[in-house]
C-alpha cells in the first residue's frame, strides 16, 4: 500500500500546516509491530528523500508505522521551490510535537521511537530532554558538531534523557568525530547503543571499494535498527 498522506496544522507565519506521509503498521505484508517511529528529516533534504523513502519503506516492510513529515521551511520550499535555512530550533521543535501528537492519534497507545536523520534526530533527542513522552530513540547520522568545528559539541543535554537510544554513525560522518561522540556518550542519561557504518559519509554514502549497493547500506541500517528494537523491548 502507498502511503497515506496528511497534512498536520502547525503555529508558523508563512505555513499553516505541514506534509505527512503515514505507512501504516504491516503495510507491506508485514506483521504489525507494537513500535511506530516518527523519523524526521535532515536540514537539507525533505520527508521525500531517497534516504527518507528507503527507510520508512524498510520499516514498514518489518512491520512498523512509520509517520514522516516535513519541517515548515521545507514545507515552503516545497510549495515555491526556494530554499531556505532551517526555521529557528524552537519553531522546529514545535513543528516536530505536533507531529509527535498526530502520530498517537493515528496509533493510540503504540510505543513510539523518535528518529531522524542528522537534524531531526537531534530535534527529537530535544524533545526527549524536555520530557516529551517517547519509547527510545533512534540517529541516523547525530550531528555532535557543526562541519569543521568539533569542539562545538551538541551533547549538553544526553544527560537529561532518559530513554534508550541508538546511534548509528559513519566512519567518514564530517559532522560527528567518532571518538568525540564515543567519549560523549557515556553522559547519556539511558542506555546507549552505538553502531558503526564502515566507510559510510554523513548520508550514509560509502566507496565504491566496499562493494555495496544503495540498497543493500539502507538495508543494513534497517535491519541494525530492527534488531535494537528487538532487543530493547523483547
Known amino acids: 500500500m502507498p502511503p497515506t498522506e496528511l497534512h498536520i496544522p502547525v503555529e508558523h507565519p508563512h505555513v499553516e500546516h505541514v506534509s505527512a506521509l503515514w505507512q501504516a503498521p504491516g503495510s507491506a505484508g508485514a506483521v504489525a509491530r507494537e513500535s511506530v517511529w516518527l523519523l524526521a528529516h535532515g536540514a537539507g533534504a525533505g520527508m521525500q528523500h531517497e534516504f527518507m523513502q528507503r527507510v520508512a ?13 516535513q519541517y515548515p521551511y521545507m514545507e515552503r520550499h516545497s510549495r515555491d521551490g526556494v530554499r531556505r535555512p532551517p526555521d529557528p530550533m524552537g519553531r522546529i521543535e514545535a513543528a516536530h510535537v505536533l507531529a509527535l501528537r498526530a502520530l498517537e492519534r493515528l496509533a493510540p497507545g503504540a510505543r513510539v521511537i523518535l528518529a531522524g536523520k542528522s537534524m531531526g534526530g537531534r530535534a527529537s533527542s530535544h524533545l526527549a530532554a524536555k520530557g516529551q513522552d517517547c519509547a527510545g530513540l533512534v540517529f541516523f547520522g547525530y550531528p555532535l558538531h557543526p562541519p569543521g568545528k568539533p569542539d562545538k559539541l551538541r551533547s549538553e543535554h544526553f544527560a537529561a534523557i532518559c530513554q534508550p537510544a541508538l546511534f548509528l554513525q559513519g566512519t567518514r560522518d564530517n559532522l560527528c568525530r567518532l571518538d568525540l561522540l ?3 556518550l557515556p553522559r547519556w542519561g539511558g542506555s546507549v547503543t552505538l553502531e558503526v557504518v564502515e566507510g559510510a559519509d554523513h548520508g ?4 565504491r571499494s566496499r562493494g555495496l549497493s544503495r540498497d543493500e547500506v539502507i538495508a543494513d541500517l534497517i535491519e541494525r535498527a530492527e534488531r535494537w528494537e528487538r532487543a530493547t523491548f523483547p
Open 57 to 69: 519503506d524498510g520499516l514498514a516492510g518489518r512491520g512498523f508505522g512509520c509517520l514522516r513529515f
Open 182 to 184: 564515543e567519549a560523549e
Open 204 to 207: 550514509f554514502a560509502v566507496p
